[in-house]
């Protein structure tokens, strides 16, 4: 009885220790895991913790960077706000252009600038006294413009007959037919050499070059052909020789306004002086003539467009090109996709005396395009009157002017007038 109890307690104790052998070692398997899970735990704790750190330094975490966009700063949101911020009469002054004659005092605008407003200046007439002459206008007149919103500057300077500056430190530029017999290469070196006087001058839009194409005899084509106002070759080369001269101006910092939209080649009158012979029965959209225009669109775009003020019987009979929105926003803009400011011919030609004054602008406007240039001082008043009325009382016009008012500042902010 003994000696079996004594074995029976043996293997009991082995058993007892072999099982305690277990525990311990299971004790150590745990207690290790425990270890790991600390050292992982606590070295993503250090990552973290490295990560704010330099996102703290930097200013911001990768999934900052990707999360949170950056503000659009394009010329056309920044017109977008500007805009936003601007009243009613503010927006319409940026929709005109104002004439400023030789020989007439840049204080005369000053009122016009400051009080109503107005964006932009045309400096018309013979100026022959040189660069600094016209250089002493551009700075009086910029200075009755707000700091963070100055003029768009412009003339007429194509060459030939139709050049308002002139005198020590202006070229005399050879007429569009002239140019034409050029390179385009050599025609747009010459185009910056021209621009670089305007800039010295302090003019920023060139309102040229004549894109149309003369499909009549060229001396009784009145507003163009009889002035050798255009290149003097087909549509195509028409097309080459405008891109090269636009190009040659912005290579200079001066911008420009390809015109007269469709054309003025295929009428007798000129617009500026008679209301007579300015039905074009010919002129088709998608035919080669409009398309020298979107050919120029598509290579350069332009900064401006000018309309013609001429009617087209195969397009819209109903109204001069400039009023009809079948051209400007149904062709210019929605087929060849222009998007950029569009400007009327001079709006006191004797082509529109039959409209009242007054009615001008809101036609224009209307219709699709932007901004008002204007070639007699008397009409500037009643203009910005007409819209500023309409827009007071018509929300879906006041919606057009604040469109075109964003297109006209769009272009200041490209062309780092606004700020």
């Not at 912005?250 to 209301?275: C, E, M, Q, W």
């Not at 009382?393 to 606004?418: N, P």
Request: with cysteine; charged share 15%.
């Amino acid at each position: 009885m003994t000696v079996v109890s004594t074995a029976h307690d043996r293997r009991v104790t082995r058993a007892l220790r072999i099982v305690a052998a277990l525990a311990v070692i299971a004790m150590i398997a745990t207690l290790a895991g425990l270890g790991l899970l600390w050292i992982r735990v606590h070295t993503a704790s250090q990552a973290a913790h490295h990560a704010q750190a330099s996102a703290g330094a930097t200013g911001i975490g990768e999934l900052g960077r990707s999360a949170a966009p950056k503000p659009d700063a394009s010329p056309a949101a920044k017109a977008k706000s500007a805009v936003a911020a601007m009243s009613m009469e503010q927006r319409v002054g940026q929709l005109v252009m104002a004439p400023l004659s030789a020989g007439t005092d840049p204080s005369s605008l000053e009122g016009t600038i400051r009080d109503r407003h107005v964006g932009s200046v045309l400096i018309i007439g013979n100026w022959n006294d040189g660069v600094a002459s016209v250089r002493q206008a551009t700075d009086a007149l910029q200075s009755y413009a707000p700091a963070n919103n100055r003029l768009l500057m412009t003339t007429d300077q194509e060459g030939g007959q139709v050049q308002h500056l002139q005198g020590n430190g202006f070229s005399a530029m050879p007429s569009a037919v002239e140019q034409g017999r050029m390179g385009t290469d050599q025609l747009r070196q010459s185009a910056a050499v021209w621009g670089s006087q305007l800039a010295q001058a302090g003019i920023n839009v060139d309102l040229a070059p004549v894109v149309g194409t003369v499909t009549v005899a060229r001396a009784s084509n009145a507003p163009i052909g009889a002035l050798d106002r255009d290149f003097g070759l087909d549509a195509a080369g028409n097309a080459a020789h405008a891109s090269a001269f636009v190009l040659g101006m912005r290579d200079a910092g001066v911008a420009t306004s390809i015109k007269h939209y469709p054309s003025l080649g295929s009428v007798t009158g000129n617009t500026d002086f008679t209301s007579d012979g300015i039905l074009d029965t010919t002129t088709v959209l998608d035919g080669d003539v409009v398309n020298a225009f979107g050919t120029v669109i598509a290579q350069t775009q332009p900064a401006m467009v000018m309309m013609s003020l001429a009617t087209y019987q195969a397009i819209d009979p109903s109204s001069p090109a400039a009023f009809s929105s079948t051209i400007i926003d149904g062709y210019l803009r929605a087929r060849q996709g222009y998007q950029g400011v569009v400007t009327s011919d001079s709006l006191s030609a004797a082509a529109l005396g039959g409209i009242p004054v007054d009615q001008l602008g809101v036609r224009l406007i209307e219709a699709g395009g932007d901004l008002a240039c204007i070639g007699a001082p008397d009409y500037v008043t009643p203009i910005l009157d007409g819209l500023n009325a309409k827009a007071s009382s018509d929300a879906a016009f006041a919606a057009k002017v604040t469109r075109s008012a964003e297109r006209v500042m769009t272009l200041k902010y490209q062309m780092g007038l606004a700020q």
